[in-house]
Structures are given as structure tokens and as C-alpha cells.
């Protein structure tokens, strides 16, 4: 198995994610928490379903922040982190730590971006006229 060690550029990403797992397991756990302290209580339905609904919602995006991190942590690992998915560059730094889930570089977002904008526009040309 190749071992790499790991890139000293990525060390301030690298614990910020792993300050950010931590904190949001705890939240996640405390919130938890929570939701077993109430279910005994005596709580309108339709609060009670509302709150349900919020927690749901709240740990569907917990989760997939944390299969962020934990991939981009992996990355980080096997030394793949911090490469454009798209041209293969490295990723700016600045860019890394303000963003440290993203996978292409400014140029290739920005074309990505143009691109986007191009297919909405096509798609709503396409829309047949009333
Ligand atoms: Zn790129």
C-alpha cells in the first residue's frame, strides 16, 4: 500500500474539518438528545409534527455535511484533496479553506456556471410558446 504523507498545505483544512465533524456529531447527538426528553411530554400534535419534520429536515442536511467532510477528509488522505475535478489543477488554497467541500477550481466553477446559465436559458427557449 502507497503511503502518503499528508500534505502540510492542507493541515489548517484538515483540522478545521475535523473541528467541524466533532461539533456537528455533538450537535447532532444533543439534538437527539432533545427528541427523547419530549416524547413523553404532553405536546400539541401539530407542533409536535412540525418539530418532527424540522429535525428531519435539520438531520438530512446534518448528515450530508458530515459525508461532506468525511470525504473531503479522505481525500485529504489518499492525496486526491485540493485537485480540480474538472482540468486536474490545484484547487487555490484561499478557495479551499472558504469552501473545503469543493471539488473544481474558480475557473472551472465560473465555466460551470456559464454553462448552467446557458442550459436554462436553452431549456426555457424550448418551452413551447403559449
Ligand atoms: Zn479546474
Given at each position: ?37 419530549q ?53 487555490e ?20 456556471e ?17
Amino acid at each position: 500500500m502507497r503511503k502518503r504523507i499528508m500534505d502540510e498545505r492542507f493541515e489548517k483544512v484538515n483540522k478545521m474539518l475535523l473541528e467541524q465533524r466533532k461539533e456537528l456529531i455533538q450537535k447532532i447527538r444533543s439534538k437527539k438528545g432533545d427528541q427523547e426528553l419530549q416524547s413523553g411530554d404532553l405536546i400539541d400534535i401539530a407542533t409536535d409534527s412540525l418539530e418532527h419534520e424540522l429535525n428531519y429536515i435539520f438531520e438530512e442536511r446534518e448528515r450530508e455535511k458530515l459525508q461532506n467532510i468525511d470525504e473531503a477528509l479522505r481525500r485529504i488522505q489518499d492525496g486526491s484533496y485540493g485537485e480540480c475535478d474538472e482540468c486536474g489543477d490545484d484547487i487555490e488554497l484561499e478557495r479551499l479553506m472558504a469552501l473545503p467541500f469543493t471539488r473544481v477550481c474558480l475557473d472551472c466553477k465560473a465555466k460551470q456556471e456559464r454553462q448552467k446559465k446557458l442550459k436554462l436559458y436553452a431549456e426555457h427557449e424550448d418551452e413551447p410558446s403559449l
